[in-house]
């Protein structure tokens, strides 16, 4: 977060003096084509800091630069009064004080993938900016080759026509909406979703919701999906056929909730879905992004929805523990149906083992801070001298924190001088996040060692061994906060028993069956040839009260020692 703040601070500085600084050099000075080019220069700038806060307020710097490129253009051109650069001058500047009004204006409205309706107005209001920024280059570029002031006029009234087009469809949306009401929503209406996901998420999080695609998918009925941030109308897209809509407002969220909708899910507890949860008709259900003790697994806002879908018992005493109190009937136990293709594995760990570290991140608070990258080095060190192969997959909000992002940077440094010495297949950054998924992560490796995360409960059904790092001071109420430590191997933060950690996990693994009742607990008894049914069979009752599952199927044969039978 820290990073983010850094950077878009550092580009509105940018931006903001270099607009100073190019005003000024054209207008109190004679290096005309030095102003020019800080004024390119300011553009560039604030296109970058586009990028970095697309809803950046740039109204003054483009102000400023569009007047310092004038009064160059005028001082180039040399010839008195221009009529057209006076009116080129009033367009320009027109179109600096209403662009933003007019993007913002076409943010407010409702936008969609995967239906067949094409919506032209918002789309256009979104690029009006990058519009002006290309309006205001163009002109500089005339004034610098000092060409004719009509060519800049013809530019600039073709960009202010496009304004007025936006402008007039917008206010007439506004002002005189259709009686059938919006295409989106007409589209929606024959689409006759049964369901809907509602995602509301910081930049980088649509992995919450594309875990979830592939199981809502499976259910066999049609839905949607509705995001309230523009970023990821077009990732959700990519990763389902399913119609996403994008609602920036209240009115944008009522034209996409239509009648035949009956259930809405979630998969975290952002402060939007209060937007959604107020649709009484629908049956609200948490599906929560992943299964761990973190503190924000047990969070009381999720006694707001009628459903709580968990994976196993073990998150249904996790609220009791928090002393968070919801009544059991909202409950339902699923399992976790994204663990269905991770293999099982009950040979011990060979004697060149592939180890996954998963680091997670910083967290919101410093009571959710469990990363721990700070002391990760000495890990790494150790599992290499062990001959070790590892996997290293960050956390995604890792580099939003400075530091985290340089002990990042340290570890993938000292994971390439390795695989440069030894030709250990080591993978890191995109080969090990992207070119991966974490079921294929898991499957490639033997052991894990993690920090308190979702990963840990997706690793145990496998049931290969994990180490757990302790990064708080809670010393030996470490397993007493976080059970799931308790079949696992627990890491100090000081790394005073890193040796006698690594050797269980990598050698002796004297915790081997207590995994598997652990297992049952956080994932739930359900056979694994149809794993993810419970989670299917829970969310088609809750779409038709009628509907009747199947009897349920025998789980698993078990072993003496408490691991999956060969057999089963």
């Known amino acids: 977060m820290?990073?983010?703040?850094?950077?878009?601070?550092?580009?509105r500085v940018l931006t903001t003096g270099l607009a100073v600084l190019a005003f000024v050099v054209v207008a109190l000075t004679g290096a005309t084509g030095w102003g020019l080019a800080v004024a390119a220069a300011a553009l560039l700038a604030a296109a970058v800091e586009r990028r970095v806060r697309p809803n950046a307020d740039a109204v003054a710097e483009s102000a400023l630069v569009a007047a310092g490129i004038l009064v160059g253009y005028a001082r180039r051109l040399d010839s008195g009064f221009d009529p057209a650069l006076a009116l080129t001058a009033l367009a320009l500047l027109g179109l600096?004080?209403?662009?933003?009004?007019?993007?913002?204006?076409?943010?407010?409205e409702i936008r969609a993938a995967n239906l067949p309706v094409r919506s032209w107005t918002p789309l256009v209001a979104a690029r009006l900016g990058d519009a002006l920024l290309g309006l205001l280059a163009a002109v500089a570029l005339a004034a610098a080759l000092a060409l004719p002031a009509w060519l800049a006029?013809?530019?600039?009234?073709?960009?202010?026509?496009g304004c007025g087009a936006v402008g007039l469809d917008l206010a007439r949306r506004r002002f005189r909406p259709p009686a059938g009401g919006g295409p989106v929503g007409r589209a929606l209406r024959r689409h006759q979703p049964e369901?809907?996901?509602?995602?509301?998420?910081?930049?980088?999080?649509e992995y919450q919701v594309t875990m979830w695609l592939p199981y809502l998918e499976r259910i066999g009925r049609p839905f949607l999906v509705v995001v309230r941030e523009p970023e990821f109308l077009r990732t959700v897209a990519a990763a389902t056929r399913a119609p996403v809509v994008y609602c920036p407002s209240h009115k944008t969220l009522d034209e996409a909730l239509v009648p035949s909708l009956r259930v809405a899910f979630y998969v975290n507890h952002g402060a939007k879905n209060s937007h959604c949860i107020r649709f009484h008709q629908l049956t609200h259900v948490q599906l929560h992004h992943g299964d761990s003790d973190k503190a924000p697994s047990a969070n009381p806002v999720s006694a707001i929805f009628d459903k709580i879908f968990v994976a196993g018992q073990a998150a249904i005493d996790r609220y009791a523990r928090a002393g968070v109190e919801i009544p059991a009937e909202k409950f339902v136990v699923v399992g976790r149906p994204q663990v269905e293709a991770i293999e099982v594995r009950r040979e011990p760990v060979p004697a060149d083992p592939t180890v996954l570290y998963t680091p997670t991140w910083t967290g919101h608070h410093a009571d959710a801070n469990y990363c721990s990258l700070p002391v990760a080095e000495t890990v790494l060190r150790r599992l290499l001298d062990r001959g070790a192969t590892v996997i290293l997959r960050a956390h995604p909000y890792t580099n939003q924190d400075p530091a985290s992002a340089r002990q990042l940077a340290r570890l993938t440094e000292l994971l390439a001088a390795d695989r440069a010495k030894t030709g250990r297949a080591h993978r890191w950054g995109a080969a090990a996040s992207r070119e991966l998924s974490l079921t294929?992560?898991?499957?490639?490796?033997?052991?894990l060692i993690s920090d308190v995360s979702g990963v840990i409960s997706d690793w145990l059904y496998s049931g290969k061994p994990y180490a757990v790092t302790d990064m708080g001071a809670d010393g030996d109420r470490?397993?007493?906060r976080f059970p799931l430590a308790g079949s696992g191997y627990v890491l100090r933060r000081d790394m005073s028993n890193v040796d006698e950690v690594l050797t269980d996990l990598l050698e002796t693994d004297p915790k081997a069956a207590a995994r598997w009742a652990t297992r049952s607990r956080y994932l739930g008894d359900f056979p694994a040839e149809s794993y993810a049914e419970a989670f299917l069979e829970a969310a088609r009752r809750e779409l038709d009260h009628r509907w009747q599952?199947?009897?349920?199927?025998?789980?698993?044969?078990?072993a003496p020692d408490g691991a999956p039978h060969p057999a089963g």
């Open 2 to 11: 820290r990073g983010d703040l850094v950077r878009k601070l550092l580009a």
């Open 96 to 108: 600096v004080l209403l662009v933003g009004p007019l993007r913002d204006a076409g943010a407010l």
């Open 153 to 161: 006029l013809v530019a600039a009234l073709l960009v202010a026509v």
């Open 195 to 205: 369901f809907l996901l509602h995602f509301s998420a910081p930049p980088g999080s």
């Open 440 to 447: 294929e992560c898991v499957n490639r490796a033997d052991v």
């Open 478 to 480: 470490f397993v007493e």
């Open 549 to 558: 599952p199947p009897a349920p199927r025998a789980a698993d044969p078990v």
